[in-house]
Nanobody, 118 residues
Framework: QVQLVESGGGWAQAGGSLRLSCAASGSIYSITAMGWYRQAPGKQRELVATITRRDNTNYADSVKGRFTISRDNGKNTVYLQMNSLKPEDTAVYYC????????????WGQGTQVTVSS
């Protein structure tokens, strides 16, 4: 089992930047990929970005060129650098980890609010 704790959310003006962090603990050796998802009010949760154990990354079209996912293995932490923020980026952002130990399991953090004002 993996525990995830997000931090770094908050408020920004349009065009500004924020950096989210997700610290993993527990069975971190079994993590195969981590990612960020977001959910805006009244909308479904959607993928923002993912990064695999081999540092392969994937981004939603809506954030390509603006957001960057990265990780620090020494700190067991994944980051989401968000630049050129737009009001439509406002959402609760969730960290997610896929682990494999005979079968695949998905763990979620508690979420962190990001609000972007115009």
């Amino acid at each position: 089992q993996v525990q995830l704790v997000e931090s770094g959310g908050g408020w920004a003006q349009a065009g500004g930047s924020l950096r989210l962090s997700c610290a993993a603990s527990g069975s971190i050796y079994s993590i195969t990929a981590m990612g960020w998802y977001r959910q805006a009010p009244g909308k479904q949760r959607e993928l923002v970005a993912t990064i695999t154990r081999r540092d392969n990354t994937n981004y939603a079209d809506s954030v390509k060129g603006r957001f960057t996912i990265s990780r620090d293995n020494g700190k067991n932490t994944v980051y989401l650098q968000m630049n050129s923020l737009k009001p439509e980026d406002t959402a609760v952002y969730y960290c997610n980890a896929a682990t494999y130990s005979g079968s695949t399991r998905i763990s979620w953090g508690q979420g962190t609010q990001v609000t972007v004002s115009s």
